[in-house]
């Protein structure tokens, strides 16, 4: 029997190309570090809709949850876009998210040394390095509140709700406060406090979870200034911790400081072990199929998946270090700068499990 039982959810565009790269290199770390690894695949997005008629078929999640963990690829594409909202792909991810318990979203925005160039922001700014860890709510907030279409004023109008428990509050607080003990003990909580009730209620409940950490720094920013602060001193962050759909919008605007999306993994997580671990760029349907996509970010996944929910913190390491190593000479296109070598996906793949 093997050690771990993965569920592989490839998805749709790139997903299935940058999902074989990462299953390639997760293998290869197995063999390294004594560990054997079961596949099976499910479908989820555009894929299930074509398939079954729904994003999100019951069997993949029975799947999932039989599983230790699930590496995902990416869904959506152009095919799906013109779909009623509860049958497009996006909905899938969504309904996985929260049929799976995973509340808890991290998205590490890191540079990799050799690509420091790449980010759009002035060397200056970003000094030295730039490691901030974005804790985002995943399964609660107005992504999962109740909405729908009404008349007013004899007009059509739409409307959707931000709501959040103490208890969801309470548990993603920790889960903050928690990496933050591991890190740099400072965590900034990003709300909109000044405006909106539910945030209110949010930066009450953090600051009295804080109460269990005495030795972390908290501060507070709105996310207004939050979204500012990113760009003119992205320095200043450890961990940030924020709600569903703040969650969503900056970390991608922290993805962009890092320079590629390309590069950035991340987890979402359970109460318990189950983990599903995803790139945080999309499906990228303009250059599916023709070899030249970036598998680092999947790869990085399944880095972070090593750590948070397999216990292998060691294996996670040497993929991360072999990803910076590879780096130094060979770019996929994405991250193509004059003097390196141009390689294609599967290629990255090869080399990254060369050098671990
Ligand atoms: C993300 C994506 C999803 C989200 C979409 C595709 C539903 O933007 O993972 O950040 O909003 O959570
Ligand atoms: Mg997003």
């Known amino acids: 029997m093997a050690d771990y039982k993965i569920t592989l959810l490839k998805g749709d565009g790139i997903g299935p190309e940058i999902v074989n790269q990462a299953v390639k290199v997760l293998d290869k770390t197995g063999e390294k570090f004594g560990f054997s690894i079961e596949y099976d695949e499910a479908l989820l997005g555009g894929c299930a809709i074509d398939a079954t008629g729904v994003p999100l078929p019951d069997e993949t999640v029975e799947k999932c949850k ?157 996310v207004d200034n939050c979204a500012m602060q990113l760009v003119r001193n992205p320095g200043q962050f450890d961990v940030i911790v924020t709600s569903n759909i703040f969650g969503d919008i900056l970390s991608d605007e922290a993805s962009m400081i890092a320079g590629s999306i390309g590069m950035l993994a991340s987890a979402s997580l359970s109460d318990g072990k189950l983990g599903l671990y995803e790139p945080i760029h999309g499906s990228a349907p303009d250059i599916a199929g023709l070899g030249i996509a970036n598998p680092l970010a999947t790869i990085l996944s399944v880095a972070m998946m090593l750590r948070y929910s397999l216990d292998q913190p060691k294996a996670a390491q040497a993929i991360e270090t072999a990803v910076a190593k590879v780096l130094e000479t060979y770019r996929t296109p994405d991250i193509f700068e004059e003097g390196m070598k141009k390689v294609g996906c599967e290629e990255m793949g090869d080399l990254v499990c060369k050098e671990l």
């Open 66 to 222: 039989a599983s230790d963990s699930v590496i995902l690829g990416a869904v959506g594409g152009p095919k799906w876009d013109t779909l009623p909202g509860n049958l497009r792909p996006e909905a899938g991810l969504l309904g996985i998210r929260g049929a799976l318990g995973l509340f808890a979203n991290l998205r590490p925005s890191v540079i990799f040394g050799p690509l420091k160039s790449a980010s759009p922001i002035k060397d200056e700014i970003i000094g030295g390095n730039l490691d901030i860890m974005i804790v985002r709510e995943l399964t609660g907030g107005i992504y999962f509140g109740e909405r729908g279409r009404k008349e007013v004023g004899g007009h059509p109008a739409a409307w959707d709700t931000e709501m959040y428990t103490v208890p969801e509050i309470e548990r993603i607080a920790k889960v903050a406060f928690d990496l933050a003990m591991k890190r740099n003990k400072k965590l900034t909580n990003v709300d909109k406090a000044n405006v909106l009730e539910s945030s209110r209620l949010w930066r009450e409940t953090v600051i009295k979870v804080s109460k269990e950490y005495p030795e972390v720094e908290l501060n507070h920013l709105y």
